[in-house]
Nanobody, 121 residues
Framework: QVQLVESGGGLVQAGGSLRLSCTAS????????MGWYRQAPGKQRVLVAT???????NYADSVKGRFTISRDNARNTVYLQMNSLKSEDTDIYLC???????????????WGQGTQVTVSS
């Protein structure tokens, strides 16, 4: 079983920065994508940024130029550096891991419990 543990959320003023971390443990296949999503109560999860095991990153338009996703494959850890934060970035941020044993295999998806990011204006 794969587990994800997040850290780094908190309260910050608009214009400030936060860094989120998420470490995965368990039996993790080498073909995987890790990333961050956000979710407000009662609403759907929305992609923030993802990064493949090969290092290819994808960002939501709303965070391009402000957020940077990176990963340490040796530590199975993904980071989200959030700069120039805005009040509209306030949300619960959830870590995600999608992995599969082979290119034509089933993809399994796991989620962390979420960390609150609050940006005060």
């Amino acid at each position: 079983q794969v587990q994800l543990v997040e850290s780094g959320g908190g309260l910050v003023q608009a214009g400030g920065s936060l860094r989120l971390s998420c470490t995965a443990s368990g039996n993790i296949f080498s073909i995987n994508t890790m990333g961050w999503y956000r979710q407000a109560p009662g609403k759907q999860r929305v992609l923030v940024a993802t990064i493949t095991s090969g290092g290819f990153a994808n960002y939501a338009d709303s965070v391009k130029g402000r957020f940077t996703i990176s990963r340490d494959n040796a530590r199975n850890t993904v980071y989200l550096q959030m700069n120039s934060l805005k009040s509209e970035d306030t949300d619960i941020y959830l870590c995600n891991l999608d992995h599969r044993s082979g290119y034509y295999s089933t993809t399994f998806s796991y989620w962390g419990q979420g960390t609150q990011v609050t940006v005060s204006s």
